[in-house]
């Protein structure tokens, strides 16, 4: 089984200022990693899909990067919506998900 | 406009079973491979089970053997049979939807529905 960390566990930050969370898998994925956000009482939402590729309706401020084991998504100037749970996904090796990183307001 | 609806969700005891059934609406329904996530209660996302619109099954290690999944593309629903229910089975069961056509099961998930919970206890 592939295992992803992801890290930091919690981020805060203010409204206006860039996050930055990093994936890490156990073993290669190539490009197969996805990212979602959630928000308390939701179900999560696609941001990202093979690495780099933003989901349809997905605002350009968020971004992701990275090949193989590491991973970034990147959420320039973030917005009081964006504050929630973000998740990678790795499909290289049947799924499996990070434990979140929490982005929270400062 | 694409829509899952969950339902089937219950207070159950170890050992008991449980059915869940997702509807789906607003694309082929047959086309799409489909899976169910869960989410136990504070916890992180967990891949349950896939199945391909051509019927192909496929499970994590935690539910193969107890879980079956299957679905009805005449009806447009995916169900879930969960036999031998344990607690750390207690969970949000989401049902989600793969992002592109095709047998390929290993997909990421574009819609999902909002849950359906299921408790196991005595």
């Known amino acids: 089984e592939i295992v992803l960390t992801q890290s930091p566990a919690t981020l805060s930050l203010s409204p206006g200022e860039r996050a930055t969370l990093s994936c890490r898998a156990s073993?290669?994925?190539?490009?197969?990693l996805a990212w979602y956000q959630q928000k308390p009482g939701q179900p999560p939402r696609l941001l990202i899909f093979?690495?780099?590729h933003r989901a349809t309706d997905i605002p350009a401020r968020f971004s992701g990067s990275g090949s193989g084991t590491d991973f970034t998504l990147t959420i320039n100037s973030l917005e009081p919506e964006d504050f929630a749970v973000y998740y990678c996904?790795?499909?290289?090796?049947?799924?499996?998900f990070g434990q979140g990183t929490k982005v929270e307001i400062k | 406009e694409v829509q899952l609806l969950e339902s089937g969700g219950d207070l159950v005891q170890p050992g008991g079973s449980l059915r869940l059934s997702c509807a789906a609406s607003?694309?082929?329904?047959?086309?799409?491979?489909m899976s169910w996530v869960r989410q136990a209660p504070r916890k992180g996302l967990e891949w349950v089970s896939t199945?391909?619109?051509?019927?192909?099954?496929y499970y994590a290690d935690s539910v193969k053997g107890r879980f079956t999944i299957s679905r009805d593309n005449s009806r447009n629903t995916l169900y879930l049979q969960m036999n031998s229910l344990r607690a750390e089975d207690t969970a949000v069961y989401y049902c989600?939807?793969?992002?592109?056509?095709?047998?390929?099961?290993?997909?990421?998930?574009?819609?999902w529905g909002q849950g359906t919970l299921v408790t196991v206890s005595s």
């Open positions: 989600a939807k793969a992002i592109w056509v095709g047998e390929e099961p290993k997909r990421p998930f574009d819609y």
């Open positions: 607003g694309f082929t329904f047959s086309n799409y491979a």
């Open positions: 199945i391909s619109g051509g019927g192909s099954t």
């Open positions: 073993q290669s994925v190539g490009s197969n």
């Open positions: 093979d690495a780099s």
């Open positions: 996904q790795q499909r290289s090796n049947w799924l499996t």
